[in-house]
Nanobody, 122 residues
Framework: QRQLVESGGGLAQPGGSLTLSCAVS????????IGWFRRAPGKEREGVSC???????RARDSVKGRFTISRDIARNSVHLQMDSLEPEDTAVYYC????????????????WGQGTQVTVSS
């Protein structure tokens, strides 16, 4: 069974950091790209960052320089290091998987996790 499970969400202060993890089962990162998406209250879900099966990465402009995506192939997991958090980063964060390549649109993503809440507030 192909499954993605997010963890690491929580409450952070503005300027703080959190690390999200996406544990993958049922398929390997050698053949699948993993993306992180988020849905803020009252807004559409948007792509945040993704990493391809070959290790290439993409990120939306608003998180460049603050968020870093990485993967651990041995543990079949992908991480999103989020630094310099802003209240605007408050959202439910989802990881998703699709074959090989990725972009930050929602089209084509085959598998989705249930999401983890990130709240940035003082």
């Amino acid at each position: 069974q192909r499954q993605l499970v997010e963890s690491g969400g929580g409450l952070a202060q503005p300027g703080g950091s959190l690390t999200l993890s996406c544990a993958v089962s049922g398929f390997t990162l050698d053949y699948y790209a993993i993306g992180w998406f988020r849905r803020a209250p009252g807004k559409e879900r948007e792509g945040v960052s993704c990493i391809t099966a070959s290790g290439g990465t993409r990120a939306r402009d608003s998180v460049k320089g603050r968020f870093t995506i990485s993967r651990d192939i041995a543990r079949n997991s992908v991480h999103l290091q989020m630094d310099s958090l802003e209240p605007e980063d408050t959202a439910v964060y989802y990881c998703a998987a699709q074959r090989v390549s990725c972009d930050l649109t929602e089209d084509g993503w085959e598998y989705w996790g249930q999401g983890t809440q990130v709240t940035v507030s003082s």
